[in-house]
């Protein structure tokens, strides 16, 4: 194998593992986001909801690179002030940081929307029965509404999911060392461009039909009883 | 924030805008009559017609479009037959490249939308259809395809939209669209919060209109299924 790509397949497979690394870090992050935004438009006050319905929209209406490109210069700037001020010195934003902080705001918004279908689907006579029980709010939402509503938004998640792993090509135009930005180094090195861009969207594929079977697990778990 | 930086540079934005716009709608319209019969094959019974489909239509929905646009416009250069062939005047060109890969994607995506319309007709339509005596390409003009495409509307809104947030892809490869002249306009200036958010600005204020266009539309064309 080695062979075939000229001893750089060690350095895509590199670049694979931040790939995925930023792909679950971003991840993690929409997940948190994305729980806070729908119990913002579900349960919060005139604010909250004002606030968690302007975020979707601007997520909605720009596009991803311009604001990993903003939060990757402009953080550079802000960073730079916060050093002045505080003597900090000079430090580097990193890549890594600018580009999974863009990656986990924009799903955020995404996941946010997939909860709040998802909670509002689930059944509210079993969230009455909570409250029957003498059950708090916060005991409800734990105890019943999120487990009965991660089954409604597996579909919506793993779809976000498939997305989010391609929005992470996007990290090599700020110069973080993914796979696309090694397949770049080693294609320009060898000028066989063509035969590492093709493997790298091998590997995208891969990835794909990896997170297809652990949908179709995860389906198969929460769907018991049903 | 100096946002004087940006007043001076309007027409370099406007003219991004221009590009940004252009690359839109022609890769929308050239996508929007591949994909037609691309779905009609694609939601066919014989997997000799429908699963050459399935695989474009998978590989381009599966991998990042930032890679298809690598490919077409880095990758083909590794070719020497092509950069000699008369082709090459084409494929040299971001421009050409950039509109190549947002077709051959839009095409892949709004198929697929398409198929699953196609595949939703009620069998009862068809079957008046042909009970009318309607040969297949009459029931698929008349029947089939007003419906499904009327019905598809509200997601090809989306995949509009999706095709504008991916135009910033011209960007990356050197061209200057909306995305490429703030970047200019960052470098020169090093005013990232005036030029980035100003171009997200101008990328709302196209995604609102959209979303309005596709509301007028859903209204006029949907109107049989209001409730």
């Known amino acids: 194998m080695n062979e075939i790509f000229g001893g750089y397949l060690p350095m895509i497979l590199k670049g694979m593992m931040v790939t995925i690394e930023v792909a679950l870090l971003s991840l993690l992050l929409s997940l948190f986001l994305g729980i806070v935004t729908a119990s913002a438009r579900l349960y919060g006050g005139t604010f909250a909801r004002t606030l968690a319905a302007t975020y979707t929209t601007i997520i909605r209406g720009v596009p991803d690179l311009v604001l990993m490109t903003l939060i990757f210069f402009g953080g550079q700037i802000l960073v730079n002030h916060l050093g002045d001020k505080f003597g900090w010195g000079y430090i580097d934003v990193d890549p890594m940081i600018a580009g999974i902080i863009t990656i986990g705001f924009i799903f955020g918004a995404y996941m946010g929307e997939t909860f709040r279908g998802a909670i509002m689907a689930v059944n509210k006579g079993q969230i009455e029965a909570g409250h029957a029980y003498g059950m708090t709010p916060l005991q409800v939402f734990i105890h019943i509404t999120f487990p009965a509503m991660i089954r409604h938004a597996i579909p919506g998640f793993f779809n976000n999911w498939l997305v989010l792993v391609k929005t992470t090509a996007l990290v090599s135009v700020i110069g973080l060392q993914d796979m696309v930005f090694n397949a770049k180094v080693a294609g320009d090195t060898l000028r066989q461009p063509f035969t590492f861009y093709v493997l790298v969207g091998f590997l995208f594929l891969l990835i794909t039909a990896v997170s297809d079977l652990a949908m179709r697990w995860l389906e198969r778990k929460y769907n018991v009883g049903r | ?227």
């Open chain 2, 1 to 227: 924030m100096d946002f004087s930086i940006i007043i001076d540079n309007l027409p370099l934005l406007f003219k991004g805008l221009g590009l940004t716009l252009q690359l839109l709608i022609i890769s929308l319209v050239i996508g929007f009559f591949l994909s037609i019969p691309l779905a009609i094959m694609a939601a066919s019974k014989k997997p000799w017609m429908s699963l050459p489909v399935k695989i474009y239509i998978y590989i381009f929905r599966g991998t990042p479009l930032l890679i298809q646009v690598f490919i077409i416009y880095y990758g083909f250069s590794q070719f020497e037959w092509l950069r000699e062939s008369p082709l090459w005047v084409i494929f040299k060109q971001a421009y050409w490249c950039a509109i190549i890969a947002f077709t051959l994607n839009t095409a892949a995506y709004t198929a697929e939308i398409f198929r699953g319309a196609i595949l939703q007709t009620p069998k009862g339509e068809i079957e008046a259809a042909q009970a009318c005596g309607m040969s297949r390409f009459d029931q698929y003009r008349h029947i089939i395809l007003p419906s499904a495409l009327r019905r598809s509307i509200p997601m090809y809104g989306n995949e509009v939209i999706f095709m504008l947030h991916a135009t910033v892809l011209a960007g990356v490869i050197t061209l200057v669209d909306l995305f490429g002249a703030a970047k200019i306009i960052n470098s020169r200036y090093y005013a990232p919060f005036e030029s980035f958010i100003s171009a997200g600005l101008f990328y709302l204020v196209i995604t609102f209109t959209i979303v309005f266009i596709f509301k007028l539309a859903e209204k006029h064309f949907l109107k049989h299924l209001e409730q």
